[in-house]
């Protein structure tokens, strides 16, 4: 047996042969042509049939995945006709009277190189698409079929890595699940395994050979492992954990579209932690009501410098367009701790969780916090933006990034931007200071979410780091719930709303007392998001 480790994409367990997708690579030849005009003709007939093609694919990914994701489609053919990409095309075809499939290969090349070496993560996926849609076009130049080969019989796809055109192109019925050597959990393709609820893992990297095409495998989608020829003990362990996540599975897509709310008819609204855009899919696939905790820290752990305005703006925009309405919680920027990054430039400290982090650093470098505050007021014209402030301790913070606030709305008034005059503001409830003055602060927000994750830290005085410390850190210890009442009790008396977003929240054990402390709202991972229903369902 062979074991392989990547990263997963979505969980699930899928038992199967492994197809190895080869794709057609043609070697393009760089030939001469004599008629220049003809050529570019050939290659504008060729895009024509491409746009088409996109078309087609566009309203089977409607029907398949739904519009967010089938937007791709529309990109696709948005890049076909983008202007810079046709001049490279027809500059090389007539400058150097060549072939359009060498003029379009090389276009390919150094616009997909451009991209990858842009320093936003949305764009340098943008490198694959580019790829894509060239690849289309040259299908078409060449004549060769495109579309995947033929499956008999339902198996696990692996591949070096899988563009959405392609993804979505196969018989769904007879895809057990994918396994790439490459991409990220950023790509289309892994939203695209998600919403279409296939297990998946990525990243398994040279380990993964085309030559295991046709032998027996596993996906654990759980943990993220591939098991080529599986032996007797894995095999049975693997089936056992399949077909209780199928059982799982089956009884809590009933639960679809239902409300989330007791027997005796208390409702409480059930919404999704998400860290990136790709956990969009998962979100959606989950019925989640919203997303109650976006960890936007997560943009400036995968750059390698600060993001900027823009790329913020575009990434909160298209969560919030993605969700359609439903409510977005937004967290500025949770930086320090345990989530470093080099380029904020922090010092090294003894005690980095009582340290430099979070609104800390946003109050004391207002230009970086005036950068995210500017994107997010910016991106809140597209959807239902609320903005949430991590480790907040005092009134005095609060009313310091009001001010801030309004300095950002006047100076986005004065240069004609558009934005959200009033966007919903809430503060995240993790320090027993904030549950101590909680009062005072639900007179200054409209929401309160609890990061049970912290309080239990900070209350608890134990490292939620170290893993020594396992047996004494007990979320469920009596000061940590009577905070937790204590902050809901505050927030209602004041006339605002509060939640969890902390993994508590997703603690069946303890939906009851929840519902019982009138929480208006639990955050959960999106996966989690059913099997609260389901809990909330059950109680009385
Ligand atoms: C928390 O502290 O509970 C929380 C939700 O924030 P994070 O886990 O990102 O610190
Ligand atoms: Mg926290």
Redo the contacts with the bound molecule.
């Keep these: 047996m062979i074991t392989i480790s990547g990263k997963s994409v979505f969980g699930g367990v899928s038992i199967g042969k492994i197809l190895f997708y080869q794709r057609n690579d043609k070697a393009i030849k760089r030939e001469r042509v004599d008629d220049v005009d003809a050529e570019w003709k050939r290659f504008q007939d060729a895009k024509d049939t491409a746009v088409e093609q996109l078309k087609g694919l566009y309203e089977k990914a409607l029907e398949d995945v739904g519009e967010a994701n089938a937007m791709i489609f529309e990109i696709h053919q948005m890049m076909l006709e983008d202007l810079d990409y046709l001049e490279s095309i027809e500059n090389i075809i007539r400058t150097q009277e060549v072939n359009a499939e060498y003029a379009v290969a090389t276009t390919a090349d150094n616009f997909a190189a451009m991209f990858s070496a842009m320093e936003d993560a949305y764009m340098q996926g943008r490198a694959a698409d580019v790829k894509d849609v060239s690849e289309r076009v040259l299908n078409i130049l060449s004549g060769a079929d495109t579309g995947i080969r033929e499956m008999n019989e339902p198996c696990i796809i692996a591949a070096d890595d899988l563009a959405p055109s392609e993804t979505v192109q196969l018989d769904k019925s007879k895809v057990l699940g994918f396994a790439t050597m490459y991409g990220s959990s950023n790509s289309h393709t892994a939203i695209l395994a998600r919403t279409m609820n296939i297990p998946a893992v990525i990243g398994l990297g040279e380990d993964l050979k085309a030559e295991y095409n046709g032998k027996d495998a596993i996906i654990d989608g759980f943990t993220g492992t591939l098991y080529i020829e599986p032996d007797e003990e894995t095999m049975k362990a693997m089936q056992e954990k399949r077909a209780k996540d199928l059982e799982q599975r089956a009884l809590l897509e009933q639960l679809k579209g239902k409300e989330n709310v007791t027997k005796s008819g208390q409702k409480i609204n059930v919404y999704a ?1 998400i860290g990136n855009v790709s956990d969009l899919g998962a979100v959606l696939k989950n019925d989640a009501g919203g997303i109650g ?1 976006f ?1 936007s ?1 997560f943009l400036y752990l995968e750059n390698s410098d600060f993001p900027t305005e823009e790329q913020q703006f575009a990434v909160y925009k298209k969560v919030a367009e993605s969700m359609a309405g439903k409510k977005v919680i937004i ?1 500025t920027l ?1 930086i320090g ?1 345990d ?1 470093q990054v080099d380029y904020f430039g922090l010092d090294k400290e003894e005690n980095p969780a009582l340290g430099y982090r979070a609104i800390r650093i946003c109050l004391t470098r207002p230009e970086i916090f005036k950068t995210q505050l500017r994107a997010l007021y910016r991106a809140a014209v597209f959807g239902n933006i609320s903005i949430m402030f ?1 480790m907040i301790i005092s009134v005095k913070e609060v009313q310091k990034i009001k001010e801030i606030i309004a300095e950002v709305k006047e100076e986005l008034k004065s240069e004609g931007i558009p934005y959200k005059e009033d966007v919903e503001l809430g503060i ?1 409830i ?1 320090t027993p200071a904030s549950v101590m003055v909680s009062r005072e602060l639900a007179k200054e927000v409209d929401f309160f ?7 239990t ?1 900070y209350t608890l005085a134990i490292d939620r780091q170290n893993s020594k410390l396992d047996e004494f850190y007990d979320p469920h210890h009596p000061a940590v719930l009577r905070m937790i009442r204590m902050a809901a009790e505050s927030a209602h008396a004041e006339g605002a709303w509060i939640g969890i ?4 929240g997703a603690d069946l054990e303890l939906t009851e007392e929840f519902l019982k402390m009138g929480l208006d709202e639990l955050s959960v991972s999106p996966s989690m998001v059913l099997p609260l229903r389901n809990r909330i369902r059950q109680c009385e």
């Design positions: 932690n905790l960890r820290e967290r949770d701790a989530k991590p995240m993790e979410s609890v990061g049970t994750n912290d309080l830290q977003c902390g993994e508590l």
